[in-house]
């Protein structure tokens, strides 16, 4: 893929202390974005600030509860008082929740999950999109996931809030386009973090989740954690903004996606739909 120049831009990243956040925010900064970190964990977050800033690249933190608002705006306004206003929001942060049998599991550790992967990402994107609106410009990337198409025994609240969150960005796509704002979900494989290890060491034999997890890892057709912020730069960067609300893949084949622009619109691709309602 091209190199892709992100010099002059402020990224936000969200869950950016570890796993998967901390190397997207690391790779936007290496394509010359200014980061703003968030998280809960100030000595994790301090740890990838400082790898950023030692690596010559600009990177502020800033700790918060994403389910408390005041706190977002607080950290919010931190970051682009010290980085500028913000282009582009990375919305990466999320946990798997409970997992057993439904009517075993306690209903606050359950709706919880729903919290923080929605509610959380909801909460953020409002303190961000409202100055993208007003400048007419700017894209938010929501960390989703396959399971919001694969429905899997046990893992109903993660399954559930992801396929809440893939629709959900479809309709704020429609109502932040008309503001000159990207909105897309992205799905960024089997890498290798605590989230996908802990599913793999689930006890289940028949569930669809946990055995394509642990067989990725025992067979090595896992994502590459490189390849995963590969394609999350090429989204971040506006490579598939002609299709917002969509839930771009990984693997998708970048050099293609203007030529099946038309394909992808017409078979509904990367969404969430119920069939034959029309009927």
Avoid at 94 to 123: C, H, R, S
Avoid at 141 to 170: D, H, I, Q, R
């Amino acid at each position: 893929m091209q190199q892709i120049d992100l010099g002059g831009q402020v990224a936000v990243i969200t869950g950016a202390s570890r796993g998967l956040g901390r190397a997207f925010a690391i790779g936007l900064a290496e394509r010359g974005a200014s980061v703003g970190i968030l998280a809960r964990s100030s000595a994790g977050l301090k740890d990838v600030g400082d790898l950023i800033r030692n690596a010559g690249g600009h990177a502020v933190e800033a700790t918060c509860d994403l389910l408390d608002e005041n706190s977002i705006d607080a950290a919010i306004k931190h970051i682009e008082g010290q980085l500028g206003r913000i282009d582009i929001l990375i919305n990466n942060a999320g946990v798997a929740g409970p997992t057993g049998a439904d009517w075993t599991l306690d209903a606050k550790e359950w709706w919880k999950v729903f919290e923080i992967n929605v509610l959380g990402q909801f909460l953020v994107s409002k303190a961000v999109i409202s100055g993208m609106a007003k400048r007419g410009k700017g894209r938010v990337v929501n960390v989703s996931s396959a399971a919001a198409g694969v429905p899997s025994a046990n893992y109903s609240a993660y399954c559930a809030s992801k396929a809440a969150l893939t629709m959900w960005t479809e309709c704020l796509a429609d109502e932040a386009a008309r503001h000159g704002v990207k909105v897309l979900a992205y799905h960024p494989g089997t890498v290798r973090t605590d989230m996908t290890e802990y599913s793999a060491g689930q006890p289940e034999k028949d569930n669809p989740i946990v055995n394509f997890i642990r067989d990725a890892f025992e067979e090595g057709s896992d994502t590459p954690i490189e390849r995963s912020v590969e394609s999350l730069v090429f989204v971040a960067s506006g490579g598939a903004d002609h299709l917002p609300g969509l839930q771009i893949d990984v693997d998708v084949d970048h050099k293609e996606w203007n030529t099946r622009k038309a394909e992808i619109n017409e078979n509904e691709l990367y969404v969430i739909r119920i069939r034959g309602l029309e009927n």
